[in-house]
C-alpha cells in the first residue's frame, strides 16, 4: 500500500494576494471554483507533483453566528491504489 502525497488544503484570507504569492514562487493556476452562499471559493495549484488547494471564505465575519474557519493548514492528502485491512479477532 504505498502512500503518495496528493495535495495540501490551506484556509486563506485574501484568496487574490494568496494566488499572487504561490504564483510568484512558480506554482501554476489550475482551476478557481467560486463558493455559493457559505461555501467557500476554492483554488487549485501546483507545482510539479505538490498541489495546493485553497479555501477563501467570504465575508470575512463569521456567518450566522458561527465562528469564521481558522487560517492556515486545513489538511494533507494522500494518494493510495488501495487499502489494506486487517480484522483482529479475538481468540
Known sequence: MP???HHVGI???DLDRSLAFY???GFERVSVRAGEGD???IAFLRLGAL???MFAYAPAQPAAGGPRPC???RH???RTDGVELELLQEA
Do not use: C, M
Request: charged content about 15%; cysteine-free.
Open 3 to 5: 502512500l503518495e502525497p
Open 11 to 13: 484556509n486563506v484570507a
Open 23 to 25: 504564483e510568484a514562487l
Open 39 to 41: 461555501a467557500p471559493t
Open 51 to 53: 498541489s495546493i488547494e
Open 71 to 73: 487560517l492556515g493548514f
Open 76 to 78: 494533507l492528502a494522500l
